[in-house]
């Protein structure tokens, strides 16, 4: 079972795949696209060419667990990927991208240096959470 979790964003989106056990994360990246269409045909793309049969997309809530504008996005591309034969489930990732911050500042990386890196870290966060929620 492969498993790939997207940090979804306005110019860049957090991909992350486990490895084939569907164990750890495998691999990360970013996809820097703004037009959700295109963005949704290359989330598939990648997916199919590593063999990726479960997609977990990131549900942005706020603190109290209500849902905003960008809950309303990830909803949207979740349509568009199941309208191309994806199976997507939707992750709670609140604080992802805070932690992700965190861990790069902690490893030495300056607010410069890891404005793309940090969307892939975010990503492997929701997919560390979920690989952990199938234990």
């Known amino acids: 079972m492969r498993v790939m979790a ?14 084939r056990l569907g164990l750890i994360a495998g691999e990360t990246f970013v996809i820097a696209q703004w037009d959700p269409e295109k963005l949704a045909d290359e989330l598939v793309s990648q997916a199919q060419s590593r063999g990726v049969d479960t997609l977990v997309l990131g549900l942005p809530k706020n603190m109290d ?10 909803r949207a591309l979740k ?18 991208t805070v932690d992700a ?10 607010e410069k240096q890891h404005r793309a890196t940090v969307d892939a870290v975010a990503a492997a966060l929701i997919l560390e959470g979920y690989l952990g929620s199938l234990r």
């Open 101 to 110: 911050h965190r861990i790069l500042h902690a490893n030495g990386k300056r």
């Open 6 to 19: 997207i940090d979804y964003g306005d110019a860049r989106t957090g991909v992350a795949v486990s490895d």
């Open 79 to 96: 349509a568009m990927l199941e309208a191309r034969g994806m199976r997507v489930t939707l992750w709670d990732e609140r604080r992802t």
């Open 65 to 74: 667990g209500t849902e905003g504008p960008r809950a309303e996005k990830s």
